[in-house]
């Protein structure tokens, strides 16, 4: 083994190890996950749309999934496809405005798919998801746009978001449709935070997918993540009260 990296091996085999009961744990009992209130008004969103008789409107972000903010823009399809199963259901229009070409094709197939589960294919339209622009603010004046002119009831933002993101929740809101926005995006969550009725702060997105489903694999793998945020964070704690008393068994212990 390279010297320094024998306790960054066996951390990945104690992860795993982690991962694996977890989700053994999960077939036996579901594990608890604390209260999202962002996620648990996706359904007042688009049950208020559904009310009004206006359309859902969908953005998941800027990003793409081949770029180093893919984690965020999958989040953003999870939670679209939970989005499209509601629609579905209420017999409410949808409309998912997407900036990059290679997200477009994954959005597209999972609306697709959805309708089709929820036996509604003959209600699948092909304009439901739009390619708008891979430019930034040409992206942001489409949705704009879109929210205007079709009347959203509702404008769930959630994956990726730059500069775009306080004008889109800013036009929904202008608009009068409930807004929900959730990004990891530290620089945009006070937008936001400001502008949206709901709002997802965050690792909230990433729980997205495991919370709307109740899949117990799904929150399996979020109870493991749990653990080993605990487990890091007890570690901090304790090198930091060695650290303070001059002790260097830690850094010792992690090869520095």
């Known amino acids: 083994m390279i010297a320094g990296r024998i306790f960054t091996f066996w951390t990945m085999i104690g992860l795993f190890l982690i991962v694996g009961w977890a989700l053994q744990r999960a077939k036996v009992r579901a594990p608890w996950i604390r209260r999202i209130p962002g996620l648990e008004a996706v ?3 688009v049950g208020r749309a559904t009310e009004m008789g206006r359309p859902v409107f969908y953005s998941p972000g800027g990003g793409d999934i081949t770029d180093a903010d893919a984690i965020q823009s999958m989040a953003g399809i999870e939670v679209l496809a939970h989005v499209a199963r509601l629609t579905s259901k209420y017999n409410t ?14 959005a597209d197939e999972t609306v697709r798919q959805v309708y089709t589960e929820e036996g509604k294919l003959d209600e699948y339209k092909p304009e439901m998801v739009r390619f708008l622009s891979p430019e930034q603010f040409a992206y942001a004046a ?7 002119r079709e009347k959203a009831g509702a404008a769930i933002l959630v994956g990726f978001f730059q500069a775009e993101a306080l004008m889109l929740a800013e ?3 202008q ?8 990004t990891t995006r530290m620089y945009q969550l006070p937008f936001f935070v400001a502008a949206c009725d709901y709002c997802l702060i965050g690792e909230e997105i990433f729980t997205a997918g495991a919370y709307l489903s109740k899949d117990p694999l799904k929150l399996g793998t979020v109870m493991a993540q ?4 605990i487990i890091a ?3 901090i704690l304790v090198g930091a009260v060695l650290a303070s008393a001059g002790s260097k068994w830690l850094p010792q212990l992690l090869g520095k």
Not at 142 to 147: A, D, E, L, P, Q
Not at 226 to 229: C, L, M, Q, R, W
């Open 171 to 173: 036009a929904a809101t």
């Open 93 to 106: 229009g949808l409309i998912c405005g997407v900036r990059q070409a290679n997200l477009y094709a994954v």
């Open 226 to 229: 749990d653990i080993g945020k």
């Open 43 to 45: 359904e007042e969103a």
């Open 142 to 148: 489409g949705c704009i746009g879109i929210m205007h």
């Open 175 to 182: 608009g009068g449709a409930i807004t929900i926005g959730g």
């Open 233 to 235: 964070l007890v570690a």
